[in-house]
């Protein structure tokens, strides 16, 4: 820890994203000149180069729930109350079907200090798919911390192994490239997403210091691989961005430990608060919305979630929550 | 300091440094982050502390992004001028650069740990 880097702190040097900035600059002016044409020209041709995202989502009935929420002590118990009061994982997740579990594995942190979804709340739906008949469950993420170290100090890789499922991440993760709407052309994602009939996205309710909190819509950013930073810029519209173009089966959303403040790394366990529940839902701004609440932030006043209820991805009306009570 | 390992020593840049803290990143930059030093200490029974030395362009600037970093359980520690720490995290300032460590296996013996590595990350920085 003794070796700074010795380069003058004072020398002006430019960030990716303010080069990105600069480009995105020159591009504009290129264009009001007459460049355009071909600008855009080049943009479809990428972009018609690769695939569009699947929507993983089920039919529904209008008169389904969109979302359910339990709270107890056991995490696993609060999984199964919530799936069961949508209907249960079958009506889902049908039998052969590979399914995808996507959580917060980003960090190299216990679960105490609530960086990273829940092992407990990953298992059971891990067991839960496996019992509506799914062929193959598989659990994985990009970490942004070492992803050794990541997977095994959040607990999800032996947690999620012994339900069953396949765990997933680093080197062992294929990136495909990906068109995203409303993103630049560059951006990878991983190959389960277009090998997997269902994807759940099983996010953690934390303090994020961009976006004031980060729940299901932004726990997509661990599917991208390279280009995902570019998505910070202009956050509250990039997350509904990612909303838009991440349809899944289900979102779960993990408030068993709700990290409060320095996020989205964490690792003070005053930061956290304990609240012990657990919601599911096919509405993925309810679930948003309901996840906020747990850290005691209006949904309202969150940019990213009016983004995504404006684009009609859903709704933040609370009432729509089913409240299940405490076990 | 008791410390059994160290990991090699990342370093990052205003390019890189989302790598290694995603978005969080965007306050270090806004306060003028110029680059950083991190390593992870083990210690007997496989505790391990994470360590991030970020220096900014100014005083002004490590100071507020230990200001906002400050966890709520944070105190002073006894001794050790500048120093804050909750037992699981303890965090520090000497002029332009700021100290962040992180016990990744909180436990009794994480807060004694964590101050004698500051204090021996700031000795020999100013030998």
Same mark, same amino acid.
């Given at each position: 820890?003794t070796?700074?880097?010795?380069?003058d702190?004072?020398?002006e040097k430019?960030?990716?994203?303010?080069?990105?900035?600069?480009?995105v600059?020159?591009g504009v002016?290129?264009?009001a000149?007459g460049?355009g044409?071909?600008?855009?020209?080049?943009?479809?041709?990428l972009?018609?180069?690769?695939?569009e995202?699947? #929507?993983w989502r089920?039919?529904?009935?209008d008169?389904?729930?969109?979302?359910?929420?339990?709270?107890g002590?056991?995490?696993?118990?609060?999984?199964?109350?919530?799936v069961?009061?949508?209907?249960?994982?079958?009506?889902?997740?049908?039998k052969?079907?590979?399914?995808?579990?996507?959580?917060?594995?980003g960090?190299?942190?216990?679960?105490?200090q609530?960086?990273?979804? #829940?092992?407990?709340?990953?298992?059971?739906?891990?067991?839960?798919?496996?019992?509506?008949?799914?062929?193959?469950?598989?659990?994985?993420?990009?970490?942004?911390n070492?992803?050794v170290?990541?997977?095994t100090?959040?607990g999800l890789?032996?947690?999620a192994?012994?339900?069953?499922?396949?765990?997933?991440?680093?080197?062992?993760?294929?990136?495909?490239?990906?068109?995203?709407?409303?993103?630049?052309?560059?951006?990878?994602v991983?190959?389960l997403?277009?090998?997997?009939?269902?994807?759940i996205?099983?996010?953690?309710?934390?303090?994020?210091?961009?976006s004031?909190a980060?729940?299901?819509?932004?726990n997509?950013?661990?599917?991208?691989?390279?280009?995902r930073?570019?998505?910070?810029?202009?956050?509250?519209r990039?997350?509904?961005e990612?909303?838009?173009?991440f349809?899944?089966?289900?979102?779960?959303?993990?408030?068993?430990?709700?990290l409060l403040?320095?996020g989205?790394q964490g690792?003070?366990?005053?930061?956290?608060?304990?609240?012990?529940?657990?919601?599911?839902?096919? #509405?993925?701004?309810?679930?948003?919305?309901w996840?906020?609440?747990?850290?005691?932030?209006d949904?309202?006043?969150?940019?990213?979630?009016?983004e995504?209820?404006?684009?009609?991805?859903?709704?933040?009306d609370?009432?729509?929550?089913? #409240?299940l009570?405490?076990? | 300091?008791?410390?059994?390992?160290?990991t090699?020593?990342?370093r990052?840049?205003?390019?890189?440094?989302?790598?290694a803290?995603?978005?969080?990143?965007?306050?270090?930059?806004?306060?003028?982050?110029?680059?950083?030093?991190?390593?992870?200490?083990?210690?007997?029974?496989?505790?391990?502390?994470?360590a991030e030395?970020?220096?900014?362009?100014s005083?002004?600037g490590a100071?507020?992004?230990?200001?906002g970093?400050?966890?709520s359980a944070?105190?002073?520690?006894?001794g050790?001028?500048?120093a804050e720490?909750?037992?699981?995290?303890?965090?520090?300032?000497?002029?332009?650069?700021?100290?962040?460590?992180?016990?990744?296996?909180p436990?009794?013996?994480a807060?004694g740990?964590?101050?004698?590595?500051a204090?021996?990350?700031?000795?020999?920085?100013?030998r």
């Amino acid at each position: 820890m003794t070796d700074l880097p010795t380069r003058d702190p004072y020398e002006e040097k430019p960030t990716r994203r303010e080069m990105a900035a600069r480009l995105v600059s020159t591009g504009v002016a290129a264009a009001a000149v007459g460049g355009g044409a071909l600008f855009f020209h080049d943009r479809r041709h990428l972009e018609a180069a690769a695939p569009e995202i699947p #929507d993983w989502r089920v039919p529904r009935s209008d008169a389904a729930p969109r979302g359910a929420a339990a709270r107890g002590a056991d995490p696993a118990a609060n999984v199964r109350r919530a799936v069961a009061a949508l209907g249960g994982m079958e009506a889902f997740v049908k039998k052969g079907e590979s399914v995808l579990i996507k959580p917060n594995a980003g960090w190299d942190r216990l679960p105490e200090q609530a960086a990273n979804t #829940d092992p407990k709340v990953v298992a059971e739906l891990v067991r839960l798919c496996k019992r509506a008949g799914a062929k193959r469950v598989v659990v994985a993420d990009l970490s942004v911390n070492d992803p050794v170290r990541s997977m095994t100090r959040s607990g999800l890789l032996e947690a999620a192994r012994s339900a069953g499922a396949e765990v997933l991440y680093g080197k062992s993760l294929k990136l495909v490239p990906a068109s995203l709407a409303g993103s630049s052309a560059g951006l990878e994602v991983i190959d389960l997403l277009f090998s997997c009939q269902r994807v759940i996205n099983v996010p953690i309710v934390k303090h994020h210091g961009l976006s004031r909190a980060t729940v299901g819509m932004k726990n997509w950013m661990g599917v991208l691989g390279r280009g995902r930073n570019r998505l910070h810029q202009g956050i509250d519209r990039a997350v509904a961005e990612l909303g838009a173009t991440f349809r899944p089966t289900l979102t779960v959303v993990d408030a068993t430990r709700v990290l409060l403040s320095n996020g989205p790394q964490g690792g003070s366990l005053s930061d956290v608060k304990l609240v012990n529940a657990v919601a599911a839902g096919t #509405d993925p701004v309810l679930c948003e919305a309901w996840g906020v609440t747990q850290m005691g932030l209006d949904p309202s006043s969150l940019g990213f979630i009016t983004e995504a209820e404006k684009r009609g991805l859903g709704r933040r009306d609370l009432s729509l929550m089913r #409240d299940l009570g405490t076990a | 300091m008791g410390a059994l390992a160290r990991t090699e020593t990342a370093r990052y840049d205003r390019d890189s440094l989302y790598e290694a803290i995603d978005g969080a990143a965007d306050g270090y930059l806004a306060r003028g982050f110029v680059s950083a030093v991190m390593a992870t200490y083990t210690y007997a029974g496989a505790a391990e502390i994470s360590a991030e030395l970020h220096r900014f362009g100014s005083e002004a600037g490590a100071g507020e992004q230990s200001a906002g970093e400050r966890p709520s359980a944070a105190r002073s520690v006894p001794g050790f001028e500048g120093a804050e720490s909750d037992g699981t995290v303890l965090l520090a300032v000497r002029g332009r650069d700021y100290l962040k460590l992180t016990s990744l296996t909180p436990g009794p013996e994480a807060e004694g740990r964590l101050v004698a590595l500051a204090q021996a990350a700031f000795q020999e920085k100013t030998r």
